[in-house]
Nanobody, 122 residues
Framework: QVQLVESGGDLVQAGGSLRLSCAASGRSFSSYAMGWFRQAPGKEREFVAAISQYGASTYYADSVKGRFTVSRVNAKNSVYLQMNSLKLEDTAVYHC???????????????WGQGTQVSVSS
């Protein structure tokens, strides 16, 4: 089992940057692929970014490619999402997730955090 806690969400102006963190408790963090998803009000939860167990592979949604960077530090049981050039449409609750294999579907992940709010203003 792994428990996930996100942090770093905030209110930021369009064009600004934020760095989200996800801290994992439990053993064998490095055995999990990690993903970031987001959910805006009234919308489905959507894939944002993912990273494989040792960081060799990363995936990004087209909407964030070139602006967001996912990374991890296994020694700190943590995964990060650096978000630059934020847009109004990036406003959402951001969740990190852990699973046995990297993927872009929610079905790849079986452990979820509660989320952190990111709000982008004009």
């Amino acid at each position: 089992q792994v428990q996930l806690v996100e942090s770093g969400g905030d209110l930021v102006q369009a064009g600004g940057s934020l760095r989200l963190s996800c801290a994992a408790s439990g053993r064998s963090f490095s055995s999990y692929a990690m993903g970031w998803f987001r959910q805006a009000p009234g919308k489905e939860r959507e894939f944002v970014a993912a990273i494989s167990q040792y960081g060799a592979s990363t995936y990004y949604a087209d909407s964030v490619k070139g602006r967001f960077t996912v990374s991890r530090v296994n020694a700190k049981n943590s995964v990060y999402l650096q978000m630059n050039s934020l847009k109004l449409e990036d406003t959402a609750v951001y969740h990190c997730a852990a699973g046995p294999a990297i993927g872009t579907s929610r079905l790849h992940y079986n452990h979820w955090g509660q989320g952190t709010q990111v709000s982008v203003s004009s």
